[in-house]
């Protein structure tokens, strides 16, 4: 059973254009992390939020954590063929454990 | 600094066979996790070492089994291979601490198939 939901599973569009991807839960989580997985490589980090309602910015990614600290989302904002990967969340839960997504797998065509 | 590496990257075992899978933490990190990815899946908690002793485990066999060294690094060892076993395996170090403040930095992982 997967604790953290992410969505769309697949998201392909044009460079230029503009996406949100979503990681939600029924669960609590005292942090959320987000990752970048390219093939062949393992995940890297891209964040960490912490506080509900927190809004982090890296460069033209935004990620804001839900108020109740449940849910996530990911907004990139113009597309550049360079953010194709799959997107990952973890949410922290215990001491030692993160639970992970099943990641959105997000393709941008020049 | 030197980041996370495993070996081998790529590895064919057959049904029933063992398994070792090996992991050199980043530089001033003590603790090492290990997941399992299926294609299309995101990454599954196999178990965490800290200090050399085993501090946390997820949902997987005792078939799988773990080992940390006083140098930090890290061995995976999976008993009685079964096809399902076929995946990427990640090692992840981290400079210790809580899920919650102690982000992993991941190796490129080993890619087994059990054939």
């Known amino acids: 059973t997967q604790l953290l939901e992410q969505s769309p599973q697949f998201l392909s569009i044009q460079e230029g254009e503009n996406l949100t991807v979503y990681c939600n839960s029924s669960s609590v989580f005292s942090s959320l992390q987000w990752y970048r997985q390219e093939p062949g490589e393992g995940p890297v980090l891209l964040v960490t939020?912490?506080?509900g309602g927190e809004v982090k910015k890296l460069k033209r990614l935004t990620f804001q954590f839900g108020d109740a600290r449940k849910d996530s989302s990911l907004h990139i904002t113009a597309a550049q063929t360079g953010d194709t990967g799959l997107y990952l969340c973890?949410?922290?839960?215990?001491?030692?454990?993160?639970?992970w997504g099943a990641g959105t797998k997000l393709i941008i065509k020049p | 600094e030197t980041g996370v590496t495993q070996s081998p990257t790529h590895l064919i075992k057959t049904r029933g066979q063992q398994v070792t899978l090996r992991c050199s933490s980043q530089?001033?990190?003590?603790?090492v996790s290990w997941y399992q990815q299926a294609l299309g899946q995101g990454p599954q908690f196999i178990f965490q070492?800290?200090?050399?002793?085993?501090?946390g485990r997820g949902n997987f066999p005792p078939r799988f089994s773990g080992l940390q060294f006083p140098n930090y690094s890290s061995e995976l060892n999976v008993n009685a291979l079964e096809l399902d076993d076929s995946a990427l395996y990640l090692c992840?170090?981290?400079?210790?601490?809580?899920?919650?403040?102690?982000?992993?930095?991941f190796g490129n992982g080993t890619r087994l198939t059990v054939t």
């Open positions: 939020v912490v506080t």
């Open positions: 973890a949410g922290a839960q215990s001491n030692y454990q993160l639970i």
């Open positions: 070492y800290y200090r050399e002793e085993e501090n």
């Open positions: 992840a170090s981290s400079p210790g601490g809580t899920a919650h403040n102690s982000p992993l930095h």
């Open positions: 530089s001033g990190h003590n603790t």
